[in-house]
């Protein structure tokens, strides 16, 4: 028993000598190219930048962008500066930084401009299903494609946050799909702050209007 024991750790020991002998150590220098069992990913067929090629007319591996392209990182202008969209700010997501908390208000900087391209995309983006006034009687209810839509003047939906309101928008919420893939952040923002005019304007009163205007009333 030993001795077989004995002759399979010397044959082991053999072997080990001889293929440290025929290979040498690894990471040693060698004149010979590497043996290589799994080349693993040395060699690709890739193409190095800056690097002549043949294969395009221009004779170089880097190619500018076609034109019409447009950038994924292209930069964001928010009410606190520059945002680009792989950052994790509220613009991005409609949570603060760093947490699951939504943001309170629309990091945006919400002007005139805005809010028309924010009528304009509710319009075709949220019109269909919850009415041009958000009150959830769009056509889609009407012709009995969706039952029950929500109406955006619900007390509990006026008292969501903006970024929660973005953040379903984003990505949809039980009965609702996500309008994020066709609608770029700058618009689903947009949208926010014109559904929050939409909002103050049902809950406008009389006494919102100058002495003059009220005046006028019938
Ligand atoms: C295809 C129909 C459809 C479209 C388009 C649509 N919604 Fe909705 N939305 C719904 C339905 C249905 C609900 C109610 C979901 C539920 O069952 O809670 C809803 C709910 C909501 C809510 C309430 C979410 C909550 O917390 O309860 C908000 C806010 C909202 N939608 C905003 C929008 C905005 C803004 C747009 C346009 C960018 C939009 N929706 C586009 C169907 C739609």
Redesign the pocket.
């Known amino acids: 028993m030993i001795r077989i024991l004995l002759s399979i750790a010397l044959i082991g020991a053999a072997l080990g000598a001889a293929t440290v002998g025929i290979l040498g150590f690894q990471g040693s220098m060698m004149r010979k190219p590497p043996f290589e069992l799994f080349p693993d990913m040395d060699r690709q067929a890739k193409l190095r930048p800056q690097e002549p090629n043949h294969f395009f007319a221009n004779g170089v591996s880097s190619q500018l962008p076609p034109a019409g392209t447009i950038a994924r990182s292209e930069v964001i202008h928010t009410a606190n500066g520059e945002v680009y969209a792989f950052e994790d700010s509220p613009v991005n997501t409609g949570k603060v930084s760093g947490t699951t908390n939504f943001v309170e208000t629309n990091p945006m900087m919400v002007n005139e401009a805005m809010l028309q391209r924010g009528r304009e995309?509710?319009d075709i983006?949220?019109a269909?299903?919850?009415g041009r006034l958000g009150d959830g009687n769009?056509i889609?209810k009407k012709i009995g494609v969706?039952a029950?839509?929500?109406n955006?003047h619900d007390k509990?939906?006026i008292e969501?946050t903006d970024g929660?309101?973005f953040d379903?928008?984003t990505h949809g919420?039980?009965?609702?799909?996500a309008?994020g893939p066709l609608?770029p952040t700058q618009d689903?923002w947009a949208?926010?702050a014109y559904?929050r005019a939409l909002q103050l304007s049902w809950l406008g009163t009389k006494d919102d209007l100058t002495p003059a205007q009220q005046a006028t009333l019938k």
Do not use: D, Q, S, W
């Open positions: 995309r509710f983006y949220c269909p299903c919850h769009g889609t969706m029950a839509v929500a955006l509990r939906i969501l929660e309101i379903t928008i919420k039980n009965t609702m799909g309008v609608l689903r949208v926010v559904l």
